[in-house]
């Protein structure tokens, strides 16, 4: 009788401990690092030089977040290795949220082109991807052809004569000209220079007929008329160019090089800690004065959950390695 008692009494308490389970882990208060965090200012590293995109989304997120967090936030310009000695500075960061990381596609390119010293998916943890940029495959306006099926038809006669420019031998505009060139079946010839804005120079000058940019950069110029622009490179439409079809709707099935933007933290950083800065990140991005801003600028707000962001990490590595491979880029 008392062992049958026993079994019993038990049993309930199982039951018990089972329905009030979650109401209890929820009566526990955070980690006492998630709880007071931020403790002391955050700093943001940018793995580039001042001025660029990169740098100019790190300093409009910062103000906000430094508003609404009650601590300021510091933009911290690392540049050097093509943004890989920026990106491994916060990679052996103390992972307490106090360092942070700004990133654009070229972090996974870097991952396909470079020998890195860190892991890219697991040294970092992805936060948040905060907008998109669609390249634009843009052209001077003597070039004798306004559309893909035109600039096809154009290669197609002119093998290995037509050239395109981009910001450097292994960047995000490289590899998008070569996946251009192996889907379509064109040769076309890269001329890399030492960074985006030389490369657009001389495509306004004529010396170089084409060129992916991203929007961002070359919406100004197609404004004033000194560029035309053949297609973009996202599968949607870029909202500051919505007349200018897609690459992939142009008859390249397919096409897809985005250029995007998003925060990364050290990737041991704790999980309350990750979600509270993807939670103000994301409320940020979605108010109409930061939409508005990032707009004018060709860029589209995204605000992503740090699961969807390190999927598009990986999927870009993937790909950008295959074209790497494939193209037997090399980075001397």
Known sequence: MFKVRYLFLRANRVIIAVIFAPAFAFAFPLPAAAQNYPTKPIRLIVPFAPG??????????GQ??????GQQVVVDNRAGAGGNLGAALAATASPDGHTLLMVSASYAVNASVYKLAFDPVKDLMAVTQMASVPFVLVAHPSLPANSVKELIALAQTRPGQLNYASSGNGSSPHLAGELFTMMTGTKMVHVPYKGGAPALAEVIGGQVPLLFSTVIQALPQLKAGKLKAIAVGSLKRSSALPEVPTIAESGVAGYDV??????????TTPKPIVLRLNREIVQHLRSADLRARLASEGADPVGSSPAEFERVIRNDIEKYTRIVKAAGIRIN
Not at 52 to 61: E, F, H, N, Q
Not at 64 to 69: A, F, N, Q, R, T
């Open 52 to 61: 660029g995109g990169t740098d100019i989304l790190a300093r409009v997120i």
């Open 64 to 69: 906000k977040l430094g508003e609404s967090m």
């Open 258 to 267: 985005t250029n995007w933007f998003g925060v990364l933290a050290p990737g």
